[in-house]
């Protein structure tokens, strides 16, 4: 029985071969357009939201979870591309000129330029998309606070490992914040792992501001996302201010 694990399946494997034979203006055509284009009637899919890796999936799955709400369930299919400079790919594939999903997704504040200019070249919208001030992970520590993600990796069972990298030179001077956010990122499946577990921590309404607007648009449609980047630079203004 088909689920949206195998329409992801199916897109990855669509954009793969688009990259191979499409170029800039092609969608790879074929039987990987065919099976996409079936799941998505089958599974009635109609949001796509598109995401760098797969611990920005793991954090957006867990704060769904935590609403008690089931992406797939209600059409959403969240994803992960495989990086930043992919968005233009995922956005013809699956926006207006090819599946005509609505488009919502999540970036790091130094990707968005990839972002708007695959998103211009789909002729996809900009709307629903959000710009975290670093990254997701730096967004979750400053909501938690450093004393708090730390007693998290504590509890995790990851407390000599984190004594270890403190303990290096490289990390003297730095603030917390920024140790921390580097810790996470130290090991492979690291970020994966805590980006569920710093959401899961996270305390009612305490979600950073690009993820709860995210959840809003693909959930609640375009006029649900009042962070929406129809104007990207006063957004990464007003996420410098959020976070000063």
């Known amino acids: 029985m088909a689920d949206m694990r195998t329409f992801r399946d199916a897109v990855a494997d669509w954009a793969g071969g688009a990259s191979g034979a499409g170029g800039a203006g092609g969608d790879g055509g074929g039987p990987g357009r065919d099976s996409a284009v079936r799941l998505r009637d089958r599974l009635g899919v ?9 611990s920005d999936v793991a954090a957006v799955d867990a704060l769904a979870a935590r609403r008690g709400r089931d992406p797939a369930a209600e059409g959403v299919c969240v994803l992960s591309m495989g990086g930043a400079m992919n968005i233009g790919r995922y956005a013809r594939l699956l926006g207006p000129p090819g599946l005509g999903l609505r488009l919502t997704g999540l970036c790091d504040e130094r990707e968005w330029p990839y972002y708007a200019r695959g998103l211009e070249r789909a002729g996809a919208t900009q709307h629903g998309f959000f710009v975290c001030a670093a990254d997701l992970e730096d967004e979750l520590i400053r909501a ?28 003297q001077g730095r603030t917390p914040q920024q140790q921390l956010r580097r810790f996470l990122g130290t090991k492979k499946g690291r970020k994966i792992r805590y980006g569920r577990v710093l959401v899961e921590a996270l305390g009612p309404d305490h979600a950073p501001a690009p ?6 648009a693909f959930f609640d449609g375009p006029s649900g996302g009042p962070t929406a980047l129809s104007d990207p630079s006063a957004t990464l203004r007003s996420w410098r201010r959020l976070c000063s």
Do not use: K, M
């Open 144 to 171: 938690l606070g450093p004393p708090r993600v730390t007693e998290l990796i504590r509890a995790e069972g990851d407390a000599r490992p984190l004594n270890t990298f403190l303990n290096q030179p490289a990390q």
């Open 211 to 216: 993820l709860t607007g995210l959840l809003d």
């Open 46 to 54: 109609r949001v796509a939201v598109l995401l760098e890796g797969p």
